[in-house]
């Protein structure tokens, strides 16, 4: 099993500043993920980002958007940048086995309120 | 692209009947099939899982099938209970050079005492 935290847990920001989430294993992982969940809907793949190499992103979800870091095992972040309105969900990060689906574990949350 | 569609969106079922989620895959090269319970303010956790050469699993009151000749595969909740409720999300993973998840459209399951 693994335990992952995320911060900030909720924030509120202005539109046009950017956002910074953290998210923490409490064990080496290779396969994560970051997803976004709008109020009452399912949960949207934003990219897979794996240690030592570039996130894959998603049809629709870009770099320059939402740039991602992933600097060891255990460790990773999601920025979100020039938010507008539209970019108030919940993000969530989750790690999954390396050598194949399996289960998945997630994190609480991050929910984004922009103004 | 990959699609997973979900039925139904809301159920309603009094306490100690049996509950029903089905899913619809797209994608037939998925071959694990992963269902999520999540509640209010927490992130999904994983209640049951099915592989694609498995046709049913089941784990106390809670029970998944699959068909995969028909791309389908469900959720059964037995004896339900109050908290029971709570929003169902199905899924399925498909490789393509590494592997993603694609995830319903959610049920919220409402648990009647």
């Known amino acids: 099993s693994a335990v992952i935290s995320q911060k900030p847990s909720r924030d509120i920001c202005q539109r046009g500043t950017s956002l910074t989430i953290q998210c923490q294993v409490d064990?080496?992982?290779?396969?994560m993920f970051w997803y976004r969940q709008q109020p009452g809907q399912s949960l949207t793949l934003i990219a897979t980002?794996?240690?030592?190499?570039?996130?894959?992103?998603e049809s629709g979800f870009v770099i320059d958007k939402f740039p991602i870091s992933r600097p060891n095992l255990t460790f990773s972040t999601l920025t979100v940048s020039n938010m507008s309105p539209e970019d108030s969900s919940i993000y969530l990060c989750?790690?999954?086995?390396?050598?194949?689906?399996?289960?998945?574990?997630f994190g609480p949350g991050t929910r984004l309120t922009v103004l | 692209g990959e699609n997973v569609e979900q039925h139904p969106s809301t159920l309603s079922v009094q306490e100690g009947d049996s509950a029903v989620i089905k899913c619809t895959y797209s994608?037939?090269?998925?071959?694990?099939f992963p269902w999520y319970k999540q509640e209010l303010g927490k992130g999904p956790q994983l209640i049951i899982d099915?592989?694609?050469?498995?046709g049913e699993k089941k784990d106390q009151r809670i029970a998944v099938t699959l068909n995969k000749t028909a791309k389908h595969f469900s959720l059964h909740i037995t004896e339900t209970q109050p908290e029971d409720s709570a929003v169902y999300f199905c899924?399925?993973?498909?490789?393509?050079?590494?592997?993603?998840?694609?995830f319903g459209t959610g049920t919220r399951l409402k648990v009647l005492a």
């Open positions: 099915i592989r694609s050469n498995v």
């Open positions: 994608d037939s090269a998925s071959n694990y």
């Open positions: 989750s790690v999954a086995p390396a050598g194949g689906p399996g289960e998945q574990f």
């Open positions: 064990s080496q992982v290779t396969m």
């Open positions: 899924a399925a993973a498909t490789t393509s050079g590494t592997y993603k998840y694609i």
């Open positions: 980002a794996n240690q030592g190499s570039e996130a894959t992103y």
